[in-house]
């Protein structure tokens, strides 16, 4: 009897509080779905996230008189979309300094935006993204999508956002911008939040290196042994657009943490021509230290990480 009485505690107990993590809910706004939450072994809420899926399509008139009005029959598209997984708490708890973080990736600005739906609706604007000035466009018509068989009369500006990697030390999240406004291809760019979770901090270059001359130097040499070159004029060779008077490859301050490794990002023609994607430099902790430039927080990062 006993034991049926602590199996029925027990189940009531983890009743009472699926029920209290899903009160988070109804904090949720109306643009977005209910909060997925992860949990461990222990049944502690790790994560809660907000799910936002949104697209912004419109169709227009181009009314420039210089412009082949055949070549745009239903005249032109554009449009814009955010999918994103927003974290409402990291390990259960909440963090104003991580917001603040994403919302600043995500529109692209510094201190702009204070809340999520404010960034939204700032990039959710499928006219500030288009091929044409202002005054060329005559009516404006809300539509559902661009059409299938729009071709190149289109323009688009897609952002998503999602956690690359968790755990209890770090979390890395990951946004991917990309765009097109005609031509013949769009573009991409790859953005990082490396988040503390331990010491609530979003984590800068700074925090990492304490030299950015010598990471510079450091870089080059990584990216010299990853391609088997000897000097900048061997990686244009190779595919690399550096200018060859620059004694080191510039730096990037996209970057994220894998483990206690560093991986430098570098978005399409920011060192290598399109064809060649972006390009990812692994930095590893024993490079920054031979250099002289490791950082005591990051020290401290790694002795968490190999304790």
């Given amino acids: 009897m006993k034991t049926i009485q602590l199996l029925l505690f027990v189940a009531l107990t983890c009743s009472a509080f699926t029920c209290n993590s899903g009160n988070n809910a109804t904090e949720t706004p109306s643009s977005v779905s209910a909060p997925?939450?992860?949990?461990?072994?222990?049944?502690?809420?790790?994560?809660?996230?907000?799910?936002?899926?949104?697209?912004?399509a419109v169709n227009y008139q181009v009314t420039d008189p210089e412009l082949d009005f055949r070549e745009l029959p239903d005249g032109f598209y554009a449009s814009t979309s955010c999918h994103l997984m927003w974290p409402k708490t990291v390990y259960g708890k909440s963090s104003r300094n991580l917001e603040q973080a994403l919302i600043d990736v995500l529109s692209n600005t510094e201190g702009k935006y204070k809340t999520l739906d404010a960034a939204l609706n700032y990039i959710l604007q499928p006219l500030d993204n288009i091929p044409f000035e202002r005054n060329q466009i005559g009516q404006v018509k809300t539509i559902k999508a661009i059409p299938e068989n729009a071709g190149m009369n289109q323009a688009y500006f897609n952002v998503s956002l999602s956690p690359q990697s968790m755990d209890a030390d770090i979390c890395v999240f990951h946004f991917e911008k990309e765009n097109y406004m005609g031509g013949a291809h769009g573009m991409n760019w790859d953005r990082y939040v490396n988040y503390?979770?331990?010491?609530?901090?979003?984590?800068?270059?700074?925090?990492?290196?304490?030299?950015?001359?010598?990471?510079?130097?450091?870089?080059?040499?990584?990216?010299?042994?990853?391609e088997?070159?000897?000097?900048?004029?061997?990686?244009?060779?190779?595919?690399?657009?550096?200018?060859?008077?620059?004694?080191?490859?510039?730096?990037?301050?996209?970057?994220?943490?894998?483990?206690?490794?560093?991986?430098?990002?570098?978005?399409?023609?920011?060192?290598?021509?399109?064809?060649?994607?972006?390009?990812?430099?692994?930095?590893?902790?024993?490079?920054?230290?031979?250099?002289?430039?490791?950082?005591?927080?990051?020290?401290?990062?790694?002795?968490?990480?190999t304790r």
């Fill in 36 to 56: 997925v939450s992860a949990s461990n072994d222990n049944n502690e809420v790790l994560t809660v996230f907000r799910h936002v899926d949104r697209t912004e």
């Fill in 228 to 305: 088997n070159v000897k000097s900048i004029a061997d990686l244009n060779e190779a595919g690399y657009i550096i200018d060859t008077e620059e004694a080191y490859v510039p730096i990037t301050t996209d970057f994220y943490l894998n483990g206690f490794d560093i991986h430098f990002v570098y978005a399409p023609y920011a060192i290598a021509c399109y064809a060649m994607g972006s390009v990812d430099v692994v930095i590893y902790p024993f490079q920054l230290d031979n250099a002289g430039i490791m950082t005591e927080y990051y020290n401290d990062l790694i002795t968490r990480y």
């Fill in 196 to 226: 503390d979770v331990k010491n609530d901090k979003v984590i800068k270059l700074t925090d990492l290196v304490t030299d950015t001359v010598k990471l510079r130097q450091v870089i080059t040499e990584a990216l010299f042994d990853k």
